[in-house]
C-alpha cells in the first residue's frame, strides 16, 4: 500500500496496518487493513464516508523480495455509505490558529491541540496542532529542521514533521517537554511568547521500483523558511 486517505485527510502508511502480502501463483488470502490515526480521531473528521487506499502490485524478484517493477498501481475509493454521501473535511479556524506558512506549495496552521488530545497523549509535553493542506499534486514531505527551536529565545528541543498526499490535508503535533521548559521558566501554556524554528519543504522521488523515496537532499528541497510564530 502506498498510501491513504479517509475524507480528503492524508494518513501516514505507517498507520495503515497493511504494508506488503507476498501471494505465491494462484494463492488467494484474506488480510485486515486497519486505519489507525490519533490526529484526526481527536480531531471530529465525521464519519469514514470517502476510505482512499492507494495499492502497488508488483513481482517478487529472485531472491524473494517485492522490489520488481511495478506492474499496476492503482487507488481504490470505498464509500460505506454511499459515492453520493462522500464529503470531504474542512477544518474550521479555532481561535488559537496562526498561519505560519502559505505559498504555491502548502498552507501551514499552528494552534493549540484540543482537550482530549492533550488527556491521551498525557501531561508530559506541550502538544501543538500543525495542520497542512498540500497545494501541489504531489506528495510532500514538511519537517521542522532538526535543532532550528528556540522558544522564548532559549534552544528548545522538539521535532514535528508531516508527510502529505498531493491535494490533501493532514493532522500532526509539535511537542516539547515540560522538564526541559521549566528550566527555562515556563510553566504553561501561557508561557509561550515566541517560538522559532526551520521549516523545509520537500517533495519526494519515486525510485526505480516505484516506491516513495523520502531521502531529503537537497535536489528535492522545494523552500527552505524561517519562522517566527507568537502562540
Known amino acids: 500500500m502506498d498510501s ?14 497493511f504494508y506488503w502480502l507476498v501471494l505465491a501463483p494462484g494463492e488467494k488470502r ?3 487493513i486497519n486505519l489507525s490515526d490519533v490526529f484526526f480521531n481527536y ?34 475509493h470505498i464509500y460505506p455509505y454511499g459515492e453520493d454521501k462522500a464529503a470531504e473535511f474542512v477544518r474550521e479556524a479555532q481561535p488559537s490558529d496562526k498561519v505560519i ?5 502548502a498552507t501551514v496552521i499552528f494552534g493549540e491541540c484540543n482537550e482530549k488530545f492533550k488527556e491521551k497523549m498525557g501531561s508530559e509535553y506541550y502538544h501543538f496542532e ?10 510532500l514531505f514538511i519537517v521542522g529542521g532538526y535543532k532550528s527551536f528556540s522558544v522564548n529565545g532559549q534552544e528548545a528541543s ?13 493532522f500532526s503535533t509539535m511537542h516539547f517537554s515540560k522538564e526541559d521548559l521549566e528550566k527555562t521558566g ?6 509561550f511568547e515566541e517560538i522559532k524554528f526551520i521549516l523545509k519543504i520537500y517533495d519526494f522521488n519515486i525510485d526505480d521500483y516505484g516506491f516513495l523515496d523520502s531521502t531529503c537532499g537537497d535536489d528535492n528541497l522545494l523552500g527552505e523558511y524561517e519562522i517566527t510564530l507568537n502562540p
Open 4 to 17: 491513504a486517505a479517509v475524507n480528503g485527510v492524508s494518513l501516514p502508511t505507517f498507520n495503515v496496518g
Open 30 to 32: 484474506n488480510e485486515k
Open 43 to 76: 480531531n471530529d473528521i465525521g464519519d469514514y464516508t470517502d476510505i482512499e487506499l492507494v495499492f502497488q502490485v508488483r513481482e517478487v524478484d529472485e531472491d524473494g523480495f517485492s522490489n520488481a517493477n511495478v506492474l499496476e498501481r492503482k487507488t481504490v
Open 101 to 105: 506558512l502559505d505559498n504555491e506549495y
Open 130 to 139: 500543525m495542520f497542512v493542506i498540500n497545494k501541489t499534486d504531489k506528495p
Open 158 to 170: 522538539s521535532s514535528w514533521s508531516a508527510e502529505v498526499d498531493g491535494g490533501k490535508c493532514s
Open 186 to 191: 515556563i510553566k504553561d501554556y501561557e508561557d
